[in-house]
């Protein structure tokens, strides 16, 4: 249905509600979302929909053994919200943390849950958003119209994992499971298991798996970083024993962590062996020397190219050398009825097949989107700083960092959203898109990253219904916190590349 039909719906169907803001989603940018526009812009209606029964996002969808983050909570935290446990955290742990900014902030009377929205379309002329939700409780369809779009729906699909087609799969007499899509029931004390990947979610279930399967082999096709060490941090151990306030112990433990984290993304571009070695070295200490580290932890990138993983007190390593857990590094040839025949000819017989195989992407939420009657086609437009896309007029999306803590973004992007939605205001305005200036029709345009930069298998897969880049920094997502976090605040809102009507 086009924008101009849903607004001429006849008398008969229900007015959509109205409000300022829509916010698609409640992960952890969407509640980030609602607290700054609560905080920044309290004269703001705002509404927050989501799809599932609860609050959480990753946090909630994933149920698989051992669930944790892969990244310190000091930084995955929000800013505004002291962080009191240990860094690494599990899902459960980072839902109460959640829960508690929810309380605190009384943000639960904007958020309605069972929404799936599956329709998004602009009209130029009224200035709005009409937003057709799915409300899975009752079955029923809801229509919302808003000025501006929040997207906060994340970059990949919940409860569908991404599996590749292996031959034989049919034939296999045990179970194969998705760690995206983990079944409640599944028993496997004592049983051999194998878990397909090499990722932070490998690295997670493997060990928590261990300790009560029989085996547990981790086949891989290459091996990926990891960084190990106990599951705390020095400085906010110690300004706790001190009494610090927890408000203080946050701020200055996430400026350490953040401190070193800058040095070390350095590191990996200027002295990428050193740090390729240094890696290696606290595997090695975990798995001693006779074990072959150059076989299944030796991978043939430059450290940083994909996401590097933070393996709490080395538990997977630990795994490993308690004989609990193996790995192998070989291509899959098919599978068989016991299990699974590599390429090189090993057959690896499991009860449970593990698939912990990555992602479909998902832009935009897997929501229809028009612009005026005409659908929305993401991978034509061009990227600003990663969160407003050229041709599309009031919408934002919180796409976060991989090198850093996602919600370090989120939280600029809230800020950056505020101080627009007020810009608009003092202009008396009611539409913002970005759009290239004139200095900018010569740029490159080109995909969305650099696969030299940064290149995980979804977005590689993905590429192609991403939006595009240019070779400025103000069109680039580039995932730099360090720079972003003083760019961000200094972005003139009356640059040309900002149009308003
Ligand atoms: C297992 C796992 C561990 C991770 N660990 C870390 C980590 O330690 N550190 C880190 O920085 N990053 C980590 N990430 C990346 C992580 O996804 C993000 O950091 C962060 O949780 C994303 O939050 P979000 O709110 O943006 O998106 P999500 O958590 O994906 O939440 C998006 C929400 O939007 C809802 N939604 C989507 N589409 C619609 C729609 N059409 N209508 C209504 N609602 C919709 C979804 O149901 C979901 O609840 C991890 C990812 C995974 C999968």
Request: charged share 25%.
């Amino acid at each position: 249905m086009s924008a101009a039909e849903t607004l001429t719906r006849p008398a008969t169907a229900p007015r959509p509600e109205h409000f300022d803001v829509l916010v698609v989603g409640a992960g952890i940018s969407g509640v980030g979302a609602a607290y700054h526009l609560g905080r920044q812009c309290p004269e703001k209606s705002y509404v927050v929909l989501e799809t599932e029964a609860s609050f959480g996002g990753t946090w909630w969808t994933h149920r698989y053994p051992g669930i944790r983050s892969d990244s310190d909570l000091h930084t995955f935290g929000y800013r505004f919200k002291p962080w009191r446990g240990a860094p690494i955290a599990t899902a459960e742990e980072i839902l109460r943390y959640m829960g508690e900014v929810i309380d605190e902030n009384d943000l639960a009377r904007h958020i309605r849950y069972h929404h799936r929205i599956h329709h998004a379309a602009w009209d130029s002329q009224a200035k709005l958003w009409t937003i057709q939700a799915l409300d899975q409780a009752s079955g029923e369809e809801r229509r919302f119209t808003c000025n501006f779009l929040y997207m906060c729906q994340g970059y990949y699909r919940h409860r569908q994992g991404y599996l590749p087609e292996w031959p034989g799969m049919a034939d296999y007499q045990g179970r194969i499971v998705h760690s995206e899509e983990w079944p409640e029931d599944l028993q496997y004390e004592d049983k051999r298991v194998l878990v397909i990947g090499s990722g932070a979610t490998a690295a997670t279930i493997i060990p928590a798996m261990a300790a009560k399967a029989q085996h547990v082999t981790m086949l891989q096709r290459s091996p990926t970083y990891f960084r190990a060490g106990r599951n705390a941090i020095e400085i906010a151990e110690e300004l706790r024993a001190l009494g610090i306030d927890e408000e203080w112990i946050h701020e200055i433990t996430r400026r350490k962590i953040l401190f070193e984290q800058d040095k070390f993304t350095r590191m990996t571009f200027s002295h990428p062996e050193r740090v390729k070695q240094e890696l290696l070295g606290v595997v090695r200490s975990y798995l001693g020397p006779d074990y072959d580290v150059e076989k299944h932890f030796t991978p043939s990138y430059r450290p940083w190219r994909q996401r590097i993983a933070f393996i709490p007190d080395g538990d997977l390593f630990q795994g490993i050398a308690s004989g609990k857990a193996s790995v192998v590094t070989d291509e899959i040839e098919r599978f068989t009825p016991r299990g699974v025949l590599t390429k090189g000819g090993q057959e690896l017989e499991a009860d449970i097949v593990v698939a912990a195989t990555g992602f479909h992407l998902n832009v935009l939420g897997d929501i229809a989107f028009e612009i005026d009657g005409k659908p929305l086609d993401f991978h034509e437009t061009v990227t600003y700083r990663g969160m407003m896309f050229t041709g599309i007029p009031n919408m934002v999306w919180v796409f976060g960092y991989f090198r850093a803590s996602w919600t370090l973004r989120a939280d600029l992007v809230g800020d950056f959203v505020c101080r627009l939605l007020k810009h608009m205001d003092a202009k008396g305005v009611r539409q913002v898109e970005v759009a290239l200036r004139p200095e900018d029709r010569d740029m490159p345009i080109l995909p969305w990253i650099d696969p030299e930069n940064f290149n995980p298998g979804y977005l590689m897969r993905g590429m192609h219904l991403l939006p595009k880049r240019g070779d400025k920094p103000e069109w680039q997502h580039n995932q730099d916190y360090w720079a972003e976090k003083d760019e961000f605040p200094k972005t003139s809102l009356d640059d040309a590349a900002f149009v308003y009507r």
